[in-house]
């Protein structure tokens, strides 16, 4: 539960970095489709998945980190609550993956890939703040 919870952590961060819109504005559709063009092949090669799975996990973390976005931005909530929100997004995230279906095998490393991601983003920010 620790792992996928720091995954979709990292996966906030994936989201949050996408986030840029191009001139003009953008839309959630936009961002999707961004997450997936610069995600979905590395996706397919590191955890083994088919392009169909890899569209699907897409989705599946990208609405769980807008249900997570919108969940942490709630100012009405306490940190106990927020929390337990976010636990039950994940589990509902976990639950759809097996329904995909993957195997537990293919989850462990669609988890793996998106740690990977997320330690990849953060050591960015960490080089990117030290040279300010």
């Known amino acids: 539960m620790k792992k996928m919870f720091a995954f979709l952590l990292g996966f906030t961060a994936i989201v949050f970095s996408l986030q840029a819109q191009p001139p003009g504005g953008?839309?959630?559709?936009?961002?999707?489709?961004?997450?997936?063009?610069?995600?979905?092949?590395?996706?397919?090669?590191?955890?083994?998945?088919?392009?169909?799975e890899a569209d699907k996990?897409?989705?599946?973390?990208?609405?769980?980190?807008?249900?997570?976005?919108?969940?942490?931005?709630?100012?009405?909530?306490?940190?106990?609550?927020k929390t337990k929100k976010t636990k039950a997004i994940t589990e509902d995230a976990e639950k759809q993956l097996k329904a995909?279906?993957?195997?537990?095998?293919?989850?462990?490393?669609?988890?793996?890939?998106?740690?990977?991601v997320r330690k990849r983003q953060q050591k960015m920010?960490?080089?990117r703040g030290g040279n300010n």
């Open 26 to 52: 953008g839309n959630m559709d936009d961002m999707r489709a961004r997450m997936k063009e610069r995600i979905k092949p590395m996706l397919i090669k590191q955890a083994s998945v088919s392009d169909a």
């Open 57 to 81: 996990v897409l989705d599946i973390y990208f609405q769980s980190q807008m249900e997570t976005r919108k969940l942490r931005m709630d100012q009405s909530l306490s940190e106990e609550d």
């Open 100 to 116: 995909v279906p993957l195997t537990d095998e293919k989850i462990v490393l669609v988890n793996a890939f998106f740690e990977e």
């Open 125 to 127: 920010r960490e080089n």
